[in-house]
């Protein structure tokens, strides 16, 4: 058990599989529609990594649309709320996610606003969860 996150010893909820199957098609909008409820709807500690991947998705839809700012804006929030969580939680690989957002984040930070058209998607974070 993480301490202060005995939440993280549960299996994952059904609506929290869906939004990160959505991250994981590239669905970003769609995942970020399903991981808010769940996100607004937890009121323990685990409802950080729900955020977290939320605005990492967000971040990558940002790219996406060519949104520079936005999208580093939230790859830092959203690195932000994963920094507090332990490793693995309701088997969800936060130390991976947290590790391949990272390298996004630096990949953009070298690129520049004028790069951005060359971050390919390949790039883009997959959250790795127990099936």
Same mark, same amino acid.
């Given at each position: ?63 996406? /649309? ?17 920094? /507090? ?47």
């Amino acid at each position: 058990m993480s301490k202060g996150w005995p939440c993280c010893d549960e299996p994952l909820p059904e609506e929290v599989r869906r939004g990160l199957e959505q991250f994981n098609a590239g669905e970003y909008f769609e995942q970020h529609e399903t991981l808010e409820h769940a996100w607004r709807a937890e009121t323990r500690p685990v409802r950080e990594i729900y955020q977290g991947i939320l605005q990492i998705g967000v971040a990558c839809y940002q790219i996406q /649309r060519g949104n520079y700012a936005g999208a580093l804006k939230m790859l830092r929030r959203g690195l932000n709320h994963l920094s /507090r969580a332990p490793d693995r939680c309701q088997g969800i690989d936060v130390a991976r996610l947290r590790e391949d957002a990272r390298r996004l984040l630096e990949r953009l930070e070298t690129v520049g606003v004028e790069g951005l058209p060359r971050i390919d998607a390949r790039w883009f974070p997959r959250v790795i969860f127990d099936v």
